[in-house]
């Protein structure tokens, strides 16, 4: 254990630089770059650039680069990231040169919750021997560790199982039903300037889902390092927010920077975390759904 990671109940699911350069030879151990750009855009919220350009230009030597929304979200569904199904998901993994034995080990060169939102599915496939780079590409190209650039190079196919499909995401009527409910927490990933409608991209409706929390998951690493804060710094925050002592639905603006919520809570050693998969993308866009900004409460 990491001094960076004591005090956590679930550590193993972050993982250092240091020891991530001294496994890169492991045939067991496969790196994902998640990487995903959202560009704004005034009629469809974002455009969705995935990251290949910038895993050919660098990547973590014998990394895979993982298509978030090609390879891993449904793709018959209206909104975008979706969970796909369980056969999907395994043939995907599978293609990566995963099974039930590997060790994955996932990055962005973007917002860590890339790589998280890609942790948060693979453990509701029943897959729980992967974890995220702390600090990501940014701490690794930083301390100059290998790299390559180009294509990445193709591994044989393998059979990914899905032990068991786990219920770790929620649709908009459990959120619905949460409202109000003293016993669930309902927690905003992203901004403050969009929980409060004050700013950013609305999805639709400004402001947030009633009743629920914010704490961005960009609060949740050093603006600086790319690091998450400390075990100790980040359990203040999430008790300062009233999220450690009741279940928590995490939500974002499409179920991504809530993963990182989700990622750290888990690691706190909460066993009640659910993510909001469709998120704002659905809930702002029905206007039946109750939302608030700051000045309605």
Known sequence: MSPSTQGFVHPEFLVETGWLAATLTDPDVVVLDCTV??????????????????????HIAGAQFCDVQADLSDPNHKFRFMLPTAEHFAAAMGRFGIDGNTRIILY??????WASRVWWMLRVFG??????????????????????????????????????????MVG??????????????TLNALQPAQHQGTGGNSYGRPGHIAGSVNLPAAHLV??????????????????????MDRRVITYCGGGIAASADALILTMLGHENVALYDASLTEWAADPTLPMETASAG
Do not use: M
Request: glycine fraction near 8%; include cysteine.
């Open 127 to 168: 897959h729980d021997n992967a974890a995220v780079l702390n600090g990501g590409w940014q701490k690794w190209s930083r301390e100059g560790r290998p790299i390559e650039t180009g294509p990445a190079k193709p591994r044989t196919a393998k059979n990914f199982p899905v032990r068991e499909k786990r219920d770790l």
């Open 222 to 243: 050093d603006p600086i390092t790319n690091e998450f804060l400390s075990p100790g710094a980040l359990r203040q925050k999430f008790s300062d927010v009233g999220a």
């Open 172 to 185: 908009r009527d459990e959120v619905l039903a949460a409202i109000g409910d003293a016993s669930i927490c």
């Open 37 to 58: 750009h959202l560009i704004p855009d005034s009629k469809a919220t974002y455009t969705v650039v995935p990251g290949r350009e910038d895993f050919e230009r660098g």
């Open 108 to 113: 962005s060169t973007a917002n860590v919750w």
